[in-house]
């Protein structure tokens, strides 16, 4: 079965580092995949999308993500962390089922930023 | 433009209800996904409709049903509702036809059950 997994589940930080959150799927087809991002108290939010291309996707806030097929992964980077991203990530990958869109979420990791 | 909206907010109720949750997704989108979100649990795909019709459920009991409506609104129901039911459910919505799109959520519906 299709499945993301998402290494770590609570990540602390202090502002300034540097991130990077795992990701890896199990499907061997191909896949769009995702970055989604849920702040307190709100809904959830796309961060970036890969379809095909550049396997190094650029997404809002200053986070980016890249593609390595070879190992089944799309980690997200961020050089720098702000205290305002404290918040869940999930990764995302989707496969096309009968001519429309399936999506499978990680378990989210819960980032938090000590100012 | 409208993101996708779900009512109500919150719902209480206790063990063995019926739960009604809805969804109206963003204009012009005619697919819509349910998930739930529990605690630990990250989130777990649960229905798919498209076009009116269900085209895909998750690994959950027949309690969990659905329907979307001509206007492609949904509706999510939860029949004789039990403890670990408690949960955050979200609604997405897909523009068609769905290839290369992302998922646009709503702010869920948090479903507690006493």
């Known amino acids: 079965a299709q499945s993301v997994s998402q290494h770590n589940h609570h990540v602390i930080l202090s502002e300034a580092a540097s991130l990077e959150l795992g990701c890896n799927y199990s499907y061997g087809g191909t896949v769009n995949l995702f970055w989604y991002v849920q702040y307190p108290g709100q809904h959830l939010q796309l961060l970036l999308k890969?379809?095909?291309?550049?396997?190094l996707v650029k997404g809002i806030k200053g986070f980016e993500a890249e593609f390595i097929k070879s190992k089944f992964s799309f980690n997200l980077r961020k050089p720098s962390v702000q205290w305002s991203d404290t918040a869940e990530y999930f990764c995302?990958?989707?496969?096309?089922?009968?001519?429309?869109?399936?999506?499978?979420f990680g378990q989210g990791t819960r980032l938090t930023i000590n100012p | 433009e409208a993101g996708v909206t779900q009512s109500p907010t919150h719902l209480i109720k206790t063990r063995g209800q019926q739960a009604t949750l809805r969804c109206s997704p963003i204009?012009?989108?005619?697919?819509v996904y349910w998930y739930q979100q529990a605690l630990g649990l990250g989130l777990q795909f649960l229905l798919w409709y498209d076009e009116g019709e269900e085209r895909n459920r998750g690994n959950f009991p027949p309690r969990f049903s659905g329907r979307q409506f001509p206007n492609y609104s949904s509706e999510l129901n939860v029949n004789a509702l039990e403890l670990e039911d408690s949960a955050l459910y979200l609604c997405a919505s897909l523009s068609p036809p769905g290839y290369n799109q992302p998922q646009h959520f709503g702010d869920g519906t948090r479903l507690s059950i006493l």
């Open positions: 890969y379809f095909s291309g550049d396997p």
């Open positions: 204009s012009g989108h005619t697919s």
């Open positions: 995302a990958v989707s496969r096309i089922i009968q001519g429309a869109q399936k999506l499978v």
